[in-house]
């Protein structure tokens, strides 16, 4: 029961770094990179394109830590 609190946790964990990471990063990157003097066209799809992969990178590590959770309980 112990592994499944840990595998829950280490997800809780990855989900409010990302989380923090899109907030504190990306969101303002117009300000940081372009410094306010860039389209907020090429903005948003910079920033949608950052979040997506993030997203996806996201659901690939806990596919993955799923597998491990579930090869250990399984002793496969």
Do not use: E
Request: hydrophobic share 65%; charged share 10%; net charge positive.
């Amino acid at each position: 029961m112990s592994d499944l609190f840990l595998l829950i946790g280490v997800i809780w964990c990855t989900l409010l770094a990302i989380s923090a990471f899109l907030v504190i990063f990306i969101a303002p990157i117009d300000i940081v990179i372009f410094n306010n003097r860039s389209d907020l066209y090429i903005t948003s799809i910079l920033q949608a394109t950052i979040a997506i992969t993030i997203v996806i990178i996201l659901i690939v590590f806990l596919n993955y830590l799923k597998r491990l959770y579930i090869q250990k309980k399984l002793n496969i």
